[in-house]
């Protein structure tokens, strides 16, 4: 069954905060740099007055908007977190056309963002005999991308779990295959906590062929 739901969304920045951007850009200042230092010392001066003038000048932030928009369905939605209120969530949604297909969980890295599913997802919802097709959502973790961020203290990983699980049962979904982008710390604690929710992990295996 697709997964059904949400608010449809656009990135839509504007020119004035394209313009301020512009402005921080030029008023920059830059510190002075050890001789022959490259990278022993962080990044090179060089290196950083090349990136200014490049997101100054010559980054295309419309056309970059244009594509994510084209590229990535994106929606909204409202999610209550105990203890914590209410957060608009943004998300990545896109439905293969598979009968079958698996519910997909993408959570990004942190710190990062939805963008990260940009280049596999395609790969994710695709028709194939040799793989499995999968229903997927990825979303802007609270503090990231456009969903709004919490406003007390004590927001952790069993939170963003919460998010992750009521997101997905919003959108008619009973159990899941998950999938992180994070190195050895964040992803494994995120595990545990999404376990707290719908039992142990599940991967692609087991949902094709369940032992029940």
């Known amino acids: 069954m697709a997964l059904t739901g949400g ?60 594509a ?13 977190v105990e203890g914590f209120g209410t957060f608009n969530i943004h998300y990545v949604h896109k439905n293969s056309e598979v009968k079958g297909a698996i519910p997909f969980l993408f959570v990004h890295g942190w710190p990062g963002s939805f963008i990260e599913i940009r280049k596999i997802l395609p790969l994710l919802i695709a028709t194939s005999p040799d793989h499995p097709s999968f229903h ?19 927001f952790e990983i069993s939170q963003y779990a919460e998010v992750g699980h009521k997101l997905m049962i919003a959108l008619g979904v009973r159990r899941i295959c998950d999938s992180g982008t994070q190195g050895v710390d964040y992803y494994p604690r995120c595990l545990v906590s999404f376990e707290k929710f719908w039992g142990p992990n599940q991967n692609a295996e087991d949902l094709i062929h369940p032992e029940d």
């Open 136 to 154: 997927v959502v990825a979303p802007s973790l609270p503090r990231f991308g456009f969903s709004t961020a919490p406003t007390k203290k004590g």
């Open 68 to 80: 994510l928009n084209a590229e990535l369905p994106q929606f909204t939605r409202d999610i209550d």
């Open 7 to 66: 608010s449809p969304f656009n990135i839509a920045i504007t020119d004035d905060q394209l313009a301020l951007l512009k402005q921080r850009l030029a008023l920059a200042t830059f510190p002075d740099e050890i001789d022959d230092a490259r990278w022993d010392h962080g990044a090179p001066l060089a290196d950083i007055k090349r990136l200014v003038g490049y997101w100054k000048d010559a980054f295309d932030w419309r056309k970059q908007e244009k």
